[in-house]
């Protein structure tokens, strides 16, 4: 079969009524971007780019008080200048970025707003593991000329389109217009995204879970109670044995159970209750619920769906369990039935 490059597969989106011209314009642009910070991580050592940001006595901080690498700035700066000058966005907003950036008054403004983790798992960098872009766009409000973060606060279902790009053995788009989720592989001596997997489709049951146990004593009840049970394996009352992954860089675990199906949980925890979870809601939990529950999977807190969530800042934070839908509801029932016991 011929292969499909992105452009090509965009077209026919196109054609399908699934996205403009401006919304594919866009997309075409965030790949072009990615292929450039693939090309800045796979460089290494040898292109200057490990390591921290900022002075030895004076390290970089983000927004999120969050010392920043090398590959942190230089992402979001490659993003941010990518997008800038082509007409489709309305403004950007980063985990990098306190405030959302407004487009350079030289140039035209479009009606999207997009949302970005320039480099999820950047603590994987250092050691040559797996790190990840994700990106959400969403709809300019109306009559809105300069938006502001109360323009981006809209829940995930608003999501025109959302997607990641994981910088592996091999740099690879996962991409959903709300129209199933689909892959692309990038073909490096062309220098194009190449079409892999058309509809993905992610089993309902699985037998493999990615968390970080060492929160474990930190965890609530339900979820001590819920991963107890899975460890307890075929002897237990789940019946079988569970394996399990954990990368520490979202963006690769979600595509393994984007590829061989499973589920992604950070719950809250002791640590993290004041800040309400790990992982962010606008540029994390939104997109990657879109893609998953395009490819027949589900996303929750762990009590309810991310994508409905009415956000209510920027920077927000949530809990994340995600992937093989029977296994997510089932993880989600056990918290939902704690809660609604009685005393
Ligand atoms: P970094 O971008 O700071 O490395 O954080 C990565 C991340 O947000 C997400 O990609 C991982 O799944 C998760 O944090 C890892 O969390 P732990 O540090 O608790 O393993």
Request: with cysteine.
């Amino acid at each position: 079969m011929k292969p499909v490059s992105l452009i090509q597969f965009m077209i026919e989106e196109r054609r399908a009524g699934h996205v403009n011209a401006e919304l594919s314009l866009l997309i075409e642009v965030v790949a072009r971007a990615c292929k450039r910070i693939a090309v800045a991580t796979n460089k290494g050592a040898l292109g200057g780019v490990l390591g921290m940001a900022g002075s030895e006595d004076a390290l970089s901080m983000n927004i999120q008080g969050e010392a920043q690498k090398k590959l942190d700035v230089i992402s979001n700066e490659i993003l941010l200048e990518a997008n800038a000058w082509g007409g489709h966005l309305a403004a950007c907003a980063s985990e990098e970025m306190e405030d959302p950036q407004p487009i350079p008054d030289m140039y035209p403004k479009g009606n999207h707003l997009l949302l970005f983790d320039p480099l999820d798992g950047s603590s994987n960098i250092d050691v040559n593991i797996s790190v990840g872009t994700i990106f959400s766009v969403l709809r300019c409000p109306d009559g809105v000329t300069e938006p502001k973060a109360v323009d981006f606060l809209q829940p995930g279902t608003a999501q025109l389109a959302a997607g990641y790009v994981v910088y592996g053995p091999a740099t690879v788009l996962v991409l959903t217009f709300g129209h199933g989720t689909h892959e692309f592989t990038l073909d490096r001596e062309v220098g194009s995204f190449v079409l892999s997997r058309r509809d993905i489709r992610i089993p309902a049951e699985t037998a493999e879970f990615a968390i970080n146990m060492s929160n474990q004593r930190h965890w609530q009840a339900p979820m001590q109670r819920y991963i107890g049970d899975l460890l307890a394996g075929k002897d237990g009352p789940r019946g079988k044995d569970f394996n399990m992954r954990w990368v520490a860089s979202m963006v690769a675990d979600v595509h393994r159970i984007v590829t061989r199906g499973g589920v992604f949980y950070y719950p809250l925890d002791a640590k993290i209750l004041q800040q309400g979870g790990k992982l962010r809601l606008m540029y994390e939990a939104n997109p990657m619920a879109f893609i998953v529950e395009q490819a027949g999977g589900a996303a929750t807190t762990g009590r309810e769906r991310i994508m409905a969530l009415q956000p209510t800042a920027l920077h927000q934070r949530v809990p994340v369990f995600l992937g093989s839908r029977r296994e997510v509801e089932l993880a989600t029932h056990y918290h939902r039935s704690a809660d609604e016991a009685p005393g």
